[in-house]
């Protein structure tokens, strides 16, 4: 009896016990519950990588992030400069009239004649400067077109462009847009204005055009694809894009030499404008270095006291260059406006800067000829020029 009794005892203390265990049971489960509620689970962050001070993100091979700056716009990570000379070293000049300088004295013996190249040209003053070997393919008319494909006799531009050419300057585009073309245009409206007003005969003026953005964008892919096949063909070739000078004054500004209305003048403006950002957008883009001369010029237009191109005044003979076009000292600012990014960049010039002295062409010299099958806006025509009152009958 007393050992029933005794595990009854016991089996009463742990029948009594339990209800105390499970109660205690529940109070560490809700204690855990409540903690786990409290305690959120860590959730790793992903590590962000700090770009340096290349912007590259520290992997190599991956370029820098250009800045913006105003004459040298590489799209790669700087290299040391490294000086040296490039005497007889290989130079191409790419470009349409304002790297040949048609009319501008003395004139080159180029081929075609119709090029209209110049011994006073910008690529003429840079190779002597460096002791180049010229490659002048700069034509007067040209347009992107004919620096990549052929034109009529005249091969394509670039071909000319080896693994061993060394500097290769390009001013190309404004034949593309008719820049220069509807300056011709609009002078001769301006002109025939007056002379139809003195009740004399006129003749007829081309139109001045304004470019579609279909122009825009496919002038920009043509540049682009300029310097791509440069960049392939010479890769150890220094390529500078070189901008067309600023033939107009601001808007008020017009004067005698620039006899064109306000309204054409605002549509030559603007395509500058364009022009002068696109040529910029694609020199940075392809890593290559852009001369600003469109902005060094822009106080040098025909209207400024010493004008750097030759606008279009009335009696002007032709004997210091093509009417809208580069005069000597516009060609010497720009050589030295490239030679001066070139010497940057490490070359050694083997002739001091020089100041230019106007020159004139000898008088009846034939005028530049004009290429067959060019576009009508690309290829100007000098404008009429309205005679000077004189006495008697005039044969």
Known sequence: MGGVVAGAVLLGCAAASMPALAQQATTLDKDKARKAKVEKPK????????????GTGGKKGVA?????????????????????FLVGKRYVAIGSSFAAGPQLPPAKPSWP?????????????????????????????????????????????????????????????????????????????????IVAASGAKTRACGAVRIPTEADYVRDEAQLNEIARR????????????????TPLPPPGGLCAAT????????????????????TGRVAQANGVMVVEMNQSS?????????????????????RQGLQWHLNKAGMQATADGIAKWLVKSGVKPVKPFVTPEPGLNPPGQAPTMTAPGAPKPAVPV??????????????
Request: proline share 11%; net charge neutral.
């Open 43 to 54: 959730v790793e962050k992903p590590k962000v990588k700090k770009p340096d001070a290349s």
């Open 230 to 245: 440069l960049k392939a063909a010479a890769p150890q070739a220094r390529i500078v894009f070189v901008q067309y000078l």
């Open 382 to 395: 000098p404008a009429p020029t309205i005679p000077a009152p004189t006495t008697g009958t005039r044969k």
């Open 113 to 193: 004649q119709r090029c209209g190249q110049s011994f006073n040209n910008y690529p003429t003053l840079l190779a002597e400067r460096f002791g180049l070997e010229l490659i002048d393919r700069s034509c007067s008319g040209a347009t992107t077109e004919h620096v990549l494909g052929p034109w009529s006799e005249i091969p394509p531009q670039i071909v000319s462009v080896t693994p061993e050419t060394r500097v290769v300057t390009v001013t190309i585009g404004g034949n593309d847009l008719s820049y220069i073309g509807n300056l011709f245009s609009a002078t001769c409206a301006f002109n025939t204005r």
């Open 64 to 84: 820098a992030a250009a800045e913006q700056p105003k004459a040298v716009v590489p799209a790669e990570a700087p290299r040391p400069v490294v000086e040296e």
């Open 298 to 318: 822009a106080t040098h237009t025909p209207c400024d006291k010493e004008p750097w191109m030759i606008g279009s005044p009335q009696g002007y003979d032709g």
């Open 259 to 278: 006899p064109v209305s306000e309204t054409d003048a605002a549509i030559v403006r603007e395509i500058g404008r364009r022009l002068a950002e696109i």
